[in-house]
C-alpha cells in the first residue's frame, strides 16, 4: 500500500457539468476526510467517513455535492452542476488510532478541479 | 476571526538562518496540534505534532502555550530544500478529529 491514492489528477469541466473525484485510502484507516483548498488558503474540512458511515459534513458541502463510501472502503465526490467558485484542488485524507493514539491524516495528492 | 491564525508571510531567508514561523488558536478545547509542510502544488505532509512539553526534531523545534494559545515552529540552519509553505494545524474536536489548518506561512530560503 503506497498510501493514499485520488483519481484525477487533473479535471477540467464545463460549467454545468457533473464531475466525480475517487480516493482510495490507506487500506487499514478505517476513517476518511474530504477537504477542499482554494489559492492561499489552508485545506478546509467538507466531510467525514468512519468505515462507510458519513458522520459530519461542513456548510461548506452545498445540496450539489454529494459523499459516499460505500463499502468503507474507496470513496467518490460529485459535485453537481459545477460552478466556477468549485475550482479548487480537493483533498482527500485518512485516518487511524494505534493504541489509542492518533497520529494525524494522510493526505493523497489531490484533484485539481478546474472549471471553466 | 478564523480559528486559527498565521502570518501568510512570505519570509525570505538566507541559507543558514534561524527563522520562526506562530500561530494563534481560538478553540481553548483543541486537543492535537500539528504543523504540516505543503510544496507549491503538491498534498500537505506531516512536519511534526506538538506537544505542550514542546519537541524537537533536528533542525526543527515546536512549542505550545495552551495558556496562550500560542503554537510556535523554530527551524535552524535553513536549506533551500526548506522553501515551502508551513501549515499550522489544530484538532478542534475530539470526536473525530476535524483537523482545522491556517493559511500557512510561506518561506523561501536564498543562496
Known amino acids: 500500500d503506497t498510501g493514499v491514492s485520488q483519481n484525477p489528477r487533473h479535471k477540467i469541466t464545463k460549467r454545468g457539468q457533473n464531475v466525480t473525484f475517487r480516493c482510495d485510502p490507506i487500506?487499514?484507516?478505517?476513517?476518511l476526510y474530504w477537504y477542499r483548498q482554494t489559492l492561499g488558503q489552508g485545506p478546509e474540512f467538507l466531510t467525514y467517513?468512519?468505515?462507510?458511515?458519513?458522520?459530519?459534513k461542513s456548510r461548506l458541502l452545498s445540496d450539489r455535492f454529494s459523499a459516499e463510501r460505500p463499502k468503507g472502503s474507496f470513496s467518490t465526490l460529485e459535485i453537481q452542476r459545477t460552478e466556477q467558485g468549485d475550482s479548487a484542488m480537493y483533498l482527500c485524507?485518512?485516518?487511524?488510532?494505534?493504541?489509542?493514539?492518533?497520529?494525524?491524516?494522510?493526505f493523497g495528492s489531490g484533484t485539481r478541479l478546474t472549471v471553466v | 476571526r478564523k480559528e486559527v491564525e498565521q502570518d501568510p508571510g512570505p519570509f525570505n531567508v538566507p541559507e543558514g538562518a534561524t527563522v520562526a514561523f506562530n500561530c494563534t488558536y481560538s478553540?481553548?478545547?483543541?486537543?492535537?496540534f500539528f504543523w504540516y509542510r505543503q510544496d507549491c502544488r503538491k498534498e500537505p505532509k506531516l512536519l511534526m505534532s506538538?506537544?505542550?512539553s514542546g519537541n524537537e526534531d533536528g533542525r526543527f523545534t515546536a512549542q505550545l502555550n495552551r495558556a496562550s494559545q500560542y503554537i510556535s515552529l523554530l527551524i535552524r540552519d535553513s536549506k533551500l530544500s526548506d522553501s515551502a509553505t508551513y501549515l499550522c494545524v489544530v484538532n478542534g474536536n475530539t470526536g473525530f478529529q476535524k483537523l482545522v489548518f491556517g493559511t500557512g506561512t510561506r518561506l523561501l530560503v536564498s543562496p
Open positions: 506538538v506537544y505542550s
Open positions: 485524507a485518512s485516518s487511524s488510532q494505534i493504541m489509542g493514539e492518533w497520529h494525524g491524516y494522510t
Open positions: 467517513f468512519q468505515n462507510e458511515a458519513q458522520l459530519e
Open positions: 487500506s487499514e484507516h478505517n476513517r
Open positions: 478553540n481553548s478545547a483543541s486537543q492535537s
